[in-house]
């Protein structure tokens, strides 16, 4: 018993059969494969099941061993044993208001994504320093990918009913939330439009995690599309007024960024506005189809210089050397940063 104890704490200690403990602290380092290793059986049972395997069904787990990894991990997931768990069930909504100095907005206590931030004031707070410093009363924002309406409520605060203030978000819990802040606010120059912004009129497939959310296209197996979970998507060329200005564009989508601003380009050459966009080059290929370098060479094809947001609420200034923008990504070491781009005539 005890060598068999001690055998498993030696698999935990290693990412493959003969691997060791770097693979934990460096795993992007190590080569992702297709067939079943002993390690992958073992996260199975600690991220899945919840427990550690025992010995007596082990010698029938590890029998897997080679197998292909998806027809493994299937396994796991529709057993009784994670089913019994509810870790797919929904938390039930526990929804608060958070009184922050300029506004109160309404938020979900189980949303570990954004909504306990903005309970504790101090949701991206860089982001919101540049929101205060481009913007002055009766300007006009649009808010891709709104999530719960902290940056449109901020926004409004700050245009006042001079203003107005477009929010766009495909969500539909997200979106009750933002008209819920609109009215508690008083907000009459906030105008929502629940759908995702994209290239083109259509529908896109929404995957969720708490309050935020990634757009993706269909799914070709017809199974697949009745279970997923439909939204539309929409140009903004196609709904804005043609006659409308848009001073600060703010664009979070978690990969689809270019994608939705391809269906704002007339927006864009008409208005011209400072963009404040997130960047994550590790989602763009798999939502937007291109690369990071890609995604920031577009905006010199829009004649747009980028600086990156900083900690604290400062910026550093890039130009159009993209290299140096990936260089400064890769150092921060965090899953994405937060780009300003400006016109090249235009500077803070």
Same mark, same amino acid.
């Given at each position: ?93 526990? &929804? ?125 197996? &017809? ?126």
């Amino acid at each position: 018993m005890n060598r068999l104890k001690g055998r498993f704490k030696k698999i935990f200690a290693s990412s493959r059969p003969g691997g060791d403990s770097s693979a934990i602290v460096e795993p992007w380092l190590h080569p992702y494969h297709e067939t079943t290793s002993i390690a992958d059986i073992l996260s199975c049972f600690r991220l899945l099941l919840g427990r550690n395997p025992n010995v007596e069904e082990w010698t029938g787990h590890r029998m897997q061993v080679g197998d292909p990894l998806k027809q493994v991990v299937k396994g796991y997931l529709t057993s009784l044993e994670f089913a019994r768990r509810e870790l797919t069930k929904e938390m039930p909504a526990e &929804i608060r208001v958070a009184e922050l100095p300029e506004f109160k907005i309404y938020f979900d206590l189980n949303d570990s994504a954004v909504g306990k931030f903005v309970r504790d004031n101090n949701y991206e707070p860089e982001v919101a320093a540049v929101f205060r410093n481009l913007l002055r009363p009766g300007m006009s924002v649009l808010d891709i990918g709104a999530n719960i309406g902290y940056f449109t409520m901020l926004s409004a605060s700050i245009v006042g009913p001079s203003g107005h203030v477009f929010a766009v978000e495909p969500n539909h819990q997200n979106v009750k939330l933002i008209e819920a802040s609109r009215r508690l606010n008083r907000f009459q120059q906030i105008t929502v439009a629940p759908f995702a912004a994209a290239s083109e009129v259509g529908i896109l497939s929404l995957t969720t995690s708490h309050s935020t959310g990634t757009t993706s296209l269909l799914p070709d197996e &017809i199974s697949a599309l009745l279970k997923a979970r439909i939204v539309p998507c929409a140009a903004i060329d196609t709904l804005m007024p043609p006659d409308q200005r848009i001073d600060l564009i703010k664009i979070d989508v978690d990969g689809a960024e270019y994608r939705a601003m391809q269906g704002c380009r007339s927006l864009i050459e008409r208005s011209r506005p400072a963009i404040i966009s997130e960047f994550a080059p590790g989602l763009l290929p798999g939502i937007s189809g291109i690369d990071g370098k890609q995604y920031l060479s577009w905006f010199g094809t829009q004649g747009y210089e980028v600086s990156v947001i900083l900690p604290d609420g400062s910026v550093t200034p890039f130009g159009q050397n993209w290299d140096g923008v990936i260089q400064a990504y890769k150092e921060r070491g965090v899953d994405h940063i937060d780009l300003l781009a400006l016109p090249q005539s235009v500077r803070l």
